[in-house]
């Protein structure tokens, strides 16, 4: 796939939102768009979609497709039935660019429930203008529609390579029992790629720890909680927010449809809270909340543990308290962040947590809700980082953080996120450092 025009681009109603973006945008650059549903949010069966926009690549009607659903991977596993369809799923720029560069995909599938819009540009840009050109990756695209028998591999070959997939594999599951992301095993993923692999999946998140980043204020959530905000001081926030181009404004869920209404057509998302501050409501509340701030507009939701189930052992609730929440999210397309309160923790109930976070499937978990005996410290993320970076999710420091320096230590502790209500003297702060550096 050499200099795309034609797109052919499709979703489900999960990713009817971010479909809609994405089309205005390639046309916005100079792409042929044909839309190929759906057409609402009504909900609807995601294999029509998929194999509408496979089929139109698959015959030449589009030069490249792009597909949109809740997470991306089914509609790619539809996608690669249809003879000639080279699908692939993408979160990060390098594993957009990889799907082009190294596997000549000329269909992209993504998920709304992962990416935001803005990054969600990046990734279709990034994948669109990059090349597959390489004679020993072109080899091995033309290897795809090869018969087994056409590889002309020895038997002494195959026991070779199953004997060497073995001691990859064997340490990786010994290592990670959920085997959800080789991403997080950089020599596995060498190795792979050494034994001829083209491509491999990775549930890394968005943004990489430890790096600080050179747009600071992408990784800040702006925030205002206070319960005597103002519908003023809630529009000054978004404008705020879109003069810095902050991730996210987060507001308590009154203010959800008026942020999301002032942000619309932008990269800032609209966040809110749910089962805030004490997280002492029961799931079914919870959930409640959570579908009436995403109808309302909101894209991220933090919502806050039973800190008491927690503390009391009973890991059973206070798991079936965050799926409530996130299979909510997940069927709206948004994120949810898992607020543990880790001030009122010891380290081994963070730790639970962590794990029973990760095992509801959510896309973070979060320090603080800024309103109880501490904040977010760097040991704290760092703790759970540890557990969950495994499974792809990513880690929110809230709580406290007032400057350059505490935001830069959340970062390299493993904070992908940052909440905070000083958000404009943090990034100003930061190009201060940049400057004088």
């Known amino acids: 796939m050499k200099n795309p025009k034609r797109i052919a681009i499709g979703a489900d109603h999960g990713g009817f939102d971010l ?3 994405l089309a205005a945008h390639l046309r916005k650059t100079g792409y042929q768009v044909e839309d190929l549903g759906t057409s609402s949010r009504e909900a609807v069966d995601y294999p029509v979609f998929a194999r509408a926009v496979a089929e139109a690549v698959a015959q030449g009607r589009a030069d490249a497709g792009i597909i949109i659903d809740g997470a991306g991977i089914g509609s790619c596993m ?3 039935k249809i003879p000639g369809v080279r699908a692939a799923v993408a979160n990060t720029l390098q594993t957009a660019r990889h ?5 000549d995909a000329n269909v992209l599938t993504l998920g709304a429930g992962k990416v ?3 990054l969600a540009e990046q990734l279709v840009d990034a994948w669109l203008t990059t090349e597959c050109t390489e004679p020993r990756h072109l080899n091995r695209v033309a290897m795809f529609s090869q018969k087994t028998a056409d590889l002309d591999l020895s038997d002494r070959d195959l026991e070779r390579v199953v004997d060497r997939l073995q001691e990859i594999i064997g ?9 959800e992301a080789v991403g997080d095993q950089p020599d596995t993923a060498r190795e792979f790629v050494r034994l001829g692999a083209t491509g491999l999946t990775s549930v890394a998140p968005a943004e990489q720890p430890g790096n ?3 747009d600071l204020a992408r990784y800040i959530d702006h925030t205002l909680l206070k319960a005597n905000a103002t519908e003023e001081q809630v529009r000054k926030l978004c404008a705020e927010a879109l003069e810095f181009n902050f991730r996210s404004v987060c507001v308590n869920p009154t203010w959800v449809s008026l942020a999301a209404t002032l942000l619309r057509g932008s990269d800032v998302l609209t966040c809110t809270v749910v089962g805030f501050p004490l997280g002492a409501n029961e799931p079914e509340i919870k959930a409640m909340e959570a579908r009436r701030a995403i109808r309302n507009g909101a894209r991220e939701i933090d919502m806050v543990i039973n800190v ?10 206070v798991l079936r308290d965050i799926k409530s929440v996130v299979e909510d999210c997940v069927d709206g397309s948004a994120k949810c962040k898992v607020i543990l309160e880790t001030a009122l923790l010891s380290n081994d109930e963070k730790r639970r947590a962590s794990e029973l976070a990760r095992q509801a499937r959510a896309h973070f978990v979060k320090t603080s ?5 501490g904040g977010a410290t760097v040991a704290d993320v760092a703790l759970m980082a540890g557990v969950v970076r495994g499974a792809g999710m990513e880690v929110k420091a809230s709580g406290g953080i007032s400057s350059y320096d505490d935001a830069r230590a959340m970062i390299e502790a493993g904070a992908t996120r940052l909440g905070a209500s000083a958000s404009i003297g943090i990034v100003r702060e930061a190009k201060l450092t940049s400057v004088s550096a």
Request: no cysteine; aromatic share 2%; net charge negative.
């Open 19 to 21: 479909k809609s973006v």
């Open 99 to 103: 799907s082009r560069e190294h596997n």
């Open 116 to 118: 935001g819009t803005g």
């Open 171 to 179: 340490p990786m599951a010994a290592a990670e029992p959920s085997g």
């Open 308 to 317: 008491g189930a927690l503390k009391s052992g009973n890991d059973e609730l």
């Open 212 to 214: 600080i980043p050179g």
């Open 369 to 373: 809700t800024g309103f109880s005996t």
């Open 78 to 80: 539809v996608a690669n």
